[in-house]
């Protein structure tokens, strides 16, 4: 083997990095500056770059942890908040561009072998692209995102298991029963041996490292490599490919097998490693594969499968999400934000190439396709969405509920009754005196420290959709809201400012998105005090035209002291007052003073 040119890599990863960094700019993927740059500085273009034996290895070796890691990622509990509506999607999406993909190769006297994995690649859809637009559009609290999110992992699991096949079919070389038979057996038998391997013997792996004090992140993350290497291995062994194994090993290693802080780290460190230094050298290299000549030579090919690939996933998608009941505007409207390709369709394509299944022209025309269709999905998605919106169609999505607060002082338990009365509310405290009397007083109430995982781990942080940090310094208001969100993924956080500095400024809300409560700098002890003194009258006032809530403080207390507590809306349900909403007119605002 020749010897690795640092010269080279440097270069590789320096272009990868120029071309991810501007694509993430322009809210798009950082695979598709990744394979532009590829392209342009590639043999296609200018022929600054060339790909050797010892990048071609890294870039294996980057799929298979980025495979990994994308199996990581995948949370089956994300699944089943879609479960039939992200099924349909899936199936729709997936089928029927699969099928116009196969079909207009064989129109064009491909291989029915080729025809099968230009479908499986213009079939595929991809998460990346579209979680930046999501938050852009402020879309991840909506049915919308958990719809997806669901179709995207179940349409790329459909696209891997036949690409199992396919690849299984391939090794075998020959079409009889018996051929076929043995095939289907050893691919059978390795994902039941991945399932059972993951679901009976990692947590037993894991409750062994835990049992010989075996915590540290070095120690997981060897430990993850080799699972991670030995799934693909068993996969090249089944007559499969490694991505498929590296895939399953990912996939099982999860949160209840290892301890959740060592698996951020260690899922941190995957991230790292696969898409910060290993991935982008094989997308860098996938583009010096491409060449230009099909624009010449091949195309109404690349123009058909490019029009298969978006009618196909459009289409398809709102054809089969009729029986949900949701309707044809939404299936349009995730059809778009399922329009985009990526990692696993390019994956997917460059074995194809690897293994001579597709040509050269093929492969680029593939790449094409995934560069089109994903620019496609911001300007798509924002109309689509847009126009839901304006009909008043965009609905809002309760997998998760409920408020976590942390603070059971008499201020924090004024609003959790009050918040209690219509949702569930979890109280977190690390004074067993606030804890007992908001227990005392009908209110779930959890003792801990709000600044470590195992506190929310016991509040049940994942199934809240608000978390209110309530206490009186604002540093640890901060830092737990931001503990919320890393972790727990907790949408919505409102944070008390105290007007006294800790270190923490409001400028930091922004660095965190959270908002700020009561919409004003606040001192929690006086209100307290107050409350719990009896000392306050509650009022509400009836808002007749729209206003922000920084408006609504202004307006009501330059002559007198308030604090606005919460929103009552038309339909009388009450949300807490904070900066980052709207009063809509005939809402009112319950206030003490």
């Given at each position: 083997?020749?010897e ?15 071309g ?18 590829g ?50 999607a ?33 079939g ?34 459909l ?7 396919i690849?299984?079919f391939?090794?075998?070389?020959s ?5 076929l ?42 430990i ?66 491409v ?17 298969g ?11 089969f999400?009729?029986p949900?009941?949701?309707?044809w505007?939404e ?5 778009t ?12 394509a460059?074995?194809?190439l ?13 790449v094409f ?20 919106r ?10 998760r ?8 002082n ?10 209690a ?10 004074n ?12 779930k ?21 608000t ?13 737990s ?9 907790i ?5 008390l400012?105290?007007?006294?500095e800790?270190?923490?400024g ?35 006032e ?24 919460l ?8 949300r ?18």
């Amino acid at each position: 083997m020749e010897e690795l040119s640092i010269v080279n890599l440097l270069l590789v990863l320096f272009a990868a990095w120029i071309g991810g960094i501007t694509a993430k700019r322009m809210g798009f993927p950082s695979i598709l500056g990744e394979l532009l740059i590829g392209i342009v500085l590639g043999p296609a273009i200018l022929g600054i770059l060339n790909t050797s034996e010892a990048l071609n290895i890294l870039a294996e070796i980057g799929i298979l942890f980025l495979m990994a890691y994308i199996g990581m990622e995948i949370n089956f509990k994300d699944l089943g908040k879609a479960s039939w509506a992200g099924l349909l999607a899936a199936i729709g999406g997936f089928v029927v561009p699969f099928a116009l993909g196969y079909y207009t190769i064989l129109a064009f006297g491909g291989t029915e072998i080729a025809g099968l994995f230009v479908g499986i690649a213009v079939g595929v859809t991809s998460l990346a692209t579209k979680s930046r637009i999501l938050v852009d559009l402020k879309l991840l609290d909506t049915r919308i995102a958990y719809v997806l999110m669901a179709g995207a992992l179940i349409s790329d699991t459909l696209a891997l298991i036949i690409f199992a096949g396919i690849i299984g079919f391939v090794d075998a070389g020959s079409i009889d029963a018996l051929g076929l038979g043995w095939v289907a057996a050893k691919a059978i038998l390795f994902f039941a041996f991945s399932g059972l391997t993951g679901v009976y013997l990692f947590p037993l792996i894991g409750k062994l490292l835990t049992k010989i004090k075996l915590t540290g992140r070095t120690a997981h993350f060897s430990i993850m490599v080799i699972i991670v290497l030995g799934f693909a291995e068993l996969a090249e062994l089944a007559g499969l490919h490694g991505i498929l194994g590296a895939f399953m090993g990912g996939l099982f290693i999860r949160d209840g097998v290892f301890s959740r802080p060592v698996l951020k780290e260690v899922t941190g460190v995957f991230h790292d490693i696969s898409i910060g230094f290993l991935a982008p050298i094989f997308f860098v290299t996938a583009g010096f594969h491409v060449t230009l000549e099909v624009f010449q030579t091949d195309l109404a090919l690349l123009v058909l499968i490019i029009i298969g690939a978006v009618v196909g996933k459009i289409l398809g998608t709102a054809l089969f999400y009729l029986p949900s009941g949701y309707g044809w505007r939404e299936g349009l409207t995730i059809g778009t934000g399922m329009n985009g390709r990526g990692a696993v369709e390019i994956i997917i394509a460059g074995i194809g190439l690897q293994m001579n299944i597709i040509s050269q022209e093929i492969f680029s025309i593939l790449v094409f396709m995934a560069i089109s269709t994903t620019l496609t999905v911001p300007v798509l998605l924002t109309w689509t969405t847009n126009w839901l919106r304006k009909r008043g169609e965009l609905v809002k999505q309760d997998a998760r509920r409920g408020y976590l607060v942390l603070g059971a002082n008499p201020l924090g338990l004024y609003i959790s009754k009050q918040l209690a009365q219509q949702s569930e509310v979890t109280l977190i405290d690390s004074n067993k005196d606030h804890v007992n009397e908001a227990q005392a007083q009908g209110l779930k109430a959890i003792y801990g420290n709000a600044l470590k995982e195992e506190a929310f781990e016991t509040a049940d942080a994942l199934s809240k959709h608000t978390f209110i940090a309530l206490t009186g310094n604002s540093e640890i208001n901060l830092l737990s809201a931001q503990l919320a969100y890393n972790s727990f993924y907790i949408p919505n956080r409102i944070v008390l400012m105290s007007p006294v500095e800790n270190g923490a400024g409001p400028n930091l809300l922004n660095h965190i998105e959270a908002s700020s409560l009561f919409a004003n700098k606040t001192d929690m002890a006086a209100w307290s005090y107050k409350i719990s003194a009896g000392d306050f009258e509650e009022k509400e006032e009836k808002v007749d035209k729209e206003m922000t809530p920084r408006d609504w403080v202004k307006k009501n207390s330059k002559d007198k002291e308030v604090l606005p507590i919460l929103i009552l809306d038309g339909h009388g349900v009450k949300r807490p007052f904070h900066y980052n909403d709207t009063i809509k007119p005939g809402e009112r605002v319950i206030y003490i003073q």
